[in-house]
Every structure is written in C-alpha cells, then in structure tokens.
C-alpha cells in the first residue's frame, strides 16, 4: 500500500501573501492595458471580468480589500471636511 501524504486545508501565510503581490501586479498591468480598450468591446470586457476574478481572490486570500479599492484615512477626512 502506497502512503499518500495528508494534504493541507489551506495555504501557507507566506504562500498566501506571495499570490496577493502576484495578483496586484498583474492586476495594474491589466488596467493599463485596459485603458486603451473602447469600454463594451470584447478584450475590454474580458479583463473587466479577469479584474473581477482578481478582487475576489484577493479578498479570499487576504480577508481584505485589495489596496486599490481602500479609503485611505486622509482621503477620507478631507471629504468629510475634518
């Protein structure tokens, strides 16, 4: 009988991370692309939906938002007028 190992429920903290910097990069690279796209055609909606993707996971493996989508604090307070 052959021994398998018992494999983990979830990923390393370092592992998890590394994929979330992979992710922010690719995602800016994506937006750059983006940008160039006439919004409704067929790439621009791919990326959209790749970009999409991309929060999720994010969110999944960070439990948080990615750094393009939070508030700063100082942003924040110069709205409100504090």
Do not use: C
Request: proline share 2%; charged share 30%.
């Amino acid at each position: 009988m052959v021994r398998r190992n018992r494999r983990q429920a979830s990923l390393f903290v370092s592992d998890a991370e590394k994929i979330v910097a992979d992710l922010h990069h690719l995602h800016d690279l994506l937006m750059v692309l983006q940008r160039r796209l006439t919004p409704g055609t067929e790439h621009y909606q791919a990326i959209d939906a790749l970009s999409e993707t991309i929060i999720r996971t994010i969110r999944s493996l960070s439990g948080k938002d990615p750094e393009w989508m939070q508030v700063k604090t100082s942003e924040l307070k110069s709205e409100v007028g504090l």
